[in-house]
């Protein structure tokens, strides 16, 4: 079975603080994909990141990084220096190449809330 | 734009009314998605199309839901005898199929309201 797992289901923060949205997942696959994705009050949701399952180098891209930990099934997103821009609903999710090479598998989203 | 469109973005239909949303992809996009959002939940899949072939319709809830793709463009998504748990956000998505686990882009939704 594949599995995605957002515990926290809402944080809020005071502007400039750094906050991590944990993800774990589950999947019997060995090559799988994971992404995040932003969901604004607008309601479109905005492709953040895509990792495959041989690639565990942790990235940055200005004030995101995220965790890629296969030991512990872990994808981490790290927001640093929060901005009021930055409240959305954020979704992690999975797609793996044998099971479900077709569709993706969606956590159920942390709402983070900024606070200036 | 050049982004993926939905429409109409809003919808009311009373219980056992049929309904048809529509969505067009990002030009040249091989794969297309249908996904459903009910409130405070993350999307679930629906379906799928690679050019007009159906490829996956795992995620239909009911043989009330049917989706088309006809000429590999626009894609109708359509719900027969509308039941008020078919409330929620209908997604598109669309995908340059080049790779496989590739990035899908997500329209704006459209929201259907069963009273």
């Known amino acids: 079975a594949q599995k995605v797992t957002q515990a926290q289901t809402e944080i809020s923060v005071v502007e400039k603080e750094d906050v991590t949205l944990d993800c774990v997942y589950e999947?019997?696959?060995?090559?799988?994909?994971l992404f995040w994705y932003k969901q604004p009050p607008s309601g479109e949701l905005v492709f953040l990141i895509r990792?495959?399952?041989?690639?565990?180098q942790n990235e940055i891209s200005g004030r995101y990084s995220w965790n890629f930990q296969k030991s512990t099934s872990s994808f981490n997103f790290t927001i640093t220096a929060s901005q009021v821009v930055d409240s959305a609903v954020y979704f992690c999710?999975?797609?793996?190449?044998?099971?479900?090479?077709?569709?993706?598998?969606f956590g159920s989203g942390t709402r983070l809330s900024i606070r200036p | 734009g050049a982004g993926v469109s939905q429409s109409p973005r809003y919808k009311v239909a009373k219980r056992g009314q049929d309904v048809a949303l529509r969505c067009d992809p990002i030009s040249g996009h091989v794969s297309l998605f249908w996904y459903q959002q009910a409130l405070g939940q993350g999307p679930e899949f629906l379906t799928y199309?690679?050019?007009?072939?159906?490829?996956?319709k795992s995620g239909l809830p009911s043989d009330r839901f049917f989706a088309e793709r006809p000429e590999g463009s626009v894609s109708t998504l359509k719900i027969q005898r509308t039941q008020q748990e078919d409330s929620a956000v209908y997604l598109c998505a669309s995908s340059s199929g080049e790779n496989v686990g590739g990035e899908q882009y997500f329209g704006p939704g459209t929201r259907l309201t069963v009273t």
């Open positions: 199309f690679q050019n007009e072939a159906q490829l996956d």
């Open positions: 999947t019997r696959d060995t090559t799988y994909y």
């Open positions: 999710a999975l797609s793996s190449l044998y099971s479900s090479a077709s569709k993706i598998i």
């Open positions: 990792r495959n399952s041989f690639d565990e």
